[in-house]
């Protein structure tokens, strides 16, 4: 069983900075890319914010290019997103997203964590 467990949400006012983390724990063989959503209220659609390749590239939305930072640290199948000078239509869901490689099957599937609300207030 796999699971996605992200962290670092909350309230923050606008001008100020988040940090989340996403950490995968299971059977699991490699970590392709791993990335970060968000769902914002009212919007059905999550929409790609930043994305990381095992080898290191990243992708970022241009609606966020500059403040955001996205990282990840292999050995502990982690993904980061430093937020920085966080604007209220910053204020969303937050999902991170990896594509694993089971131990079991070798086959690989996308895996969603559970969402970290962030509210940045004017």
């Known amino acids: 069983q796999v699971q996605l467990v992200e962290s670092g949400g909350g309230v923050v006012q606008a001008g100020g900075s988040l940090r989340l983390s996403c950490a995968a724990s299971?059977?699991?063989?490699?970590?392709?890319?791993m990335g970060w959503y968000r769902q914002a209220p009212g919007k059905q659609q999550r929409e790609l914010v930043a994305?990381?390749?095992?080898?290191?590239?990243?992708d970022y939305a241009d609606s966020v290019k500059g403040r955001l930072t996205i990282s990840r640290d292999n050995a502990k199948n982690t993904v980061y997103l430093q937020i920085n000078s966080l604007k209220p239509e910053d204020t969303a869901v937050y999902y991170c997203?990896?594509?694993?490689?089971?131990?079991?099957?070798?086959?690989?599937?996308?895996?969603w964590g559970q969402g970290t609300q962030v509210t940045v207030s004017s």
């Open positions: 997203r990896m594509t694993l490689v089971l131990v079991s099957t070798r086959a690989s599937f996308i895996y």
């Open positions: 299971g059977s699991i063989f490699s970590i392709n890319t």
């Open positions: 994305r990381i390749t095992s080898g290191g590239s990243t």
